[in-house]
């Protein structure tokens, strides 16, 4: 069959731990055909050939493959030839960004790193995205952006008073978004004005029930639950050192809201589709004052449910069957005691929820790390369909 109704959607970012998940999410609708750019800089190619082995195995032989362009987004005459080349073919649709730099630690140590790459780069593509007539965005956005939220479950109208320079350069990008969906209604160019979906997103968790993609990052991992993980299989010996148990909540321990990364991948595709529908008439986005603020959302991305260091140690020993030791440590320079979201207008305006429990978040997470004990380095072996 052909793939030539499939609309094309540029996904920055699409070998990473999220993006390799929104890409078989695209791939799984059988109306997107995901293009992805990424510069491997945390990521590898291996991820692209697993996204087109999980669209085989469940579509069949004729499943669309993921195209891929191995290209930095700070290369502004990359990015534009790249729409050139698709815009003979009938151009790129939408645009999901979700290429950046996200360790929180690591921003404050290089700053200008990541202004460049979170905040110049997202310049450089809105800049490619208007000169080619794309005028649909989902942007990869962080509960982060809240600081220490006042009111807990958050919603999305609390103030951004991100903590950290990484979550600085989130806010900044949300803000030049919108500011950029405002101007393009301002000028009156109706149809053709940018219409933008901004996902916060709180803790993703897990990996694709199959065991063939999941989180493979470079270097040792400085987040829980790979780190958990990576612990149970031996690949890491490091000690479990938990960052504080005096914050104020249930057993002292920090609380995160977790979600199966394929909930949150299924969450891009609603986000994609509600950009494809109209805004008039008793429609979603019911409270966008479209005709002074453009058409941007914001919407959290969680289950809604806290979950304490303590209950995600317990819940990977049970998937696991490993018997973590810890020692408890000072505070991480940095840690808020509670995000949890209220997923509300997640839920009212796309129809999203995220389904999964914390057991499946575990399991899969176990079942990639066995399948794949030293990553995907290791298990490449054919060239990927590098463009
Ligand atoms: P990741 O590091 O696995 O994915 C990011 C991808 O972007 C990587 O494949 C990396 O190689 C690529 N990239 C980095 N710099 C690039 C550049 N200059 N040009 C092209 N590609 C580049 O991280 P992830 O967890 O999948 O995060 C994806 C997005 O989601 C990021 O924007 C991140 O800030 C955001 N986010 C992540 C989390 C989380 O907990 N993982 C939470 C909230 C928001
Ligand atoms: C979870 C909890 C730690 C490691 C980070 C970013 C956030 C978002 C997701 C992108 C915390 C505790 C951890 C360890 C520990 N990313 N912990 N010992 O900090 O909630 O979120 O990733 O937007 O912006 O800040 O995730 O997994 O690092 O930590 O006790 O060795 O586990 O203190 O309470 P976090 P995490």
Known sequence: ???????????????????????????????????????????????????????????????????????????????????????????????????????????????????QVNVVGSIYLLETMAKHNCNHLVFSSSATVYGTPKIIPIPESSPLQAASCYGRTKAMVEDIIQDLCRADVGEGKGESSLRAVSVRYFNPAGAHPSGKLGEEPRGKPGNLLPLLAQMATGR??????????????????????????????????????????????????????????????????????????????????KASGFDFKYEIVGRRLGDVPDLTADPSLAEEELGFLAQEDLDTMCRDLWNFQTRNPHGYESTSSLPSPIL
Not at 3 to 16: A, I
Not at 108 to 115: A, H, R, T, V, W
Not at 296 to 308: E, I, P, T, V, Y
Request: charged share 25%; net charge negative; glycine share 10%.
């Open 1 to 115: 069959t052909s793939h030539h109704s499939l609309k094309r959607v540029l996904v920055t970012g699409g070998l990473g731990y999220i993006g390799s998940h929104v890409v078989v999410a695209l791939l799984m609708t059988g109306r997107y055909l995901p293009i992805v750019v990424d510069n491997c800089h945390n990521s590898y190619p291996e991820a692209l050939k697993r996204c087109a082995e999980i669209a085989r195995d469940e579509l069949g032989s004729d499943a669309p493959q993921p195209l891929f362009h191995r290209k930095d987004i700070r290369d502004k005459a990359a990015l534009d030839e790249i729409f050139r080349q698709y815009d003979e073919q009938g151009g790129i649709w939408a645009v999901i960004h979700l290429a950046a730099l996200k360790a929180v630690g690591e921003s404050g140590e290089i700053p200008l790193d990541y202004y």
């Open 236 to 317: 890491q010996r490091a000690d479990l050192k938990i960052f504080g148990n005096d914050y104020p909540t249930r057993d002292g321990t920090c609380v995160r809201d977790y979600l199966h990364v394929m909930d949150l991948a299924n969450g891009h595709v609603l986000a994609l589709d509600s950009l494809a529908k109209p805004l008039s008439g008793n429609t979603i986005f019911s409270h966008v004052n479209v005709e002074s603020e453009g058409y941007f959302r914001a919407f959290n991305l969680g289950k809604g449910k806290g979950m304490s260091v303590l209950n995600m140690i317990d819940a990977m020993k």
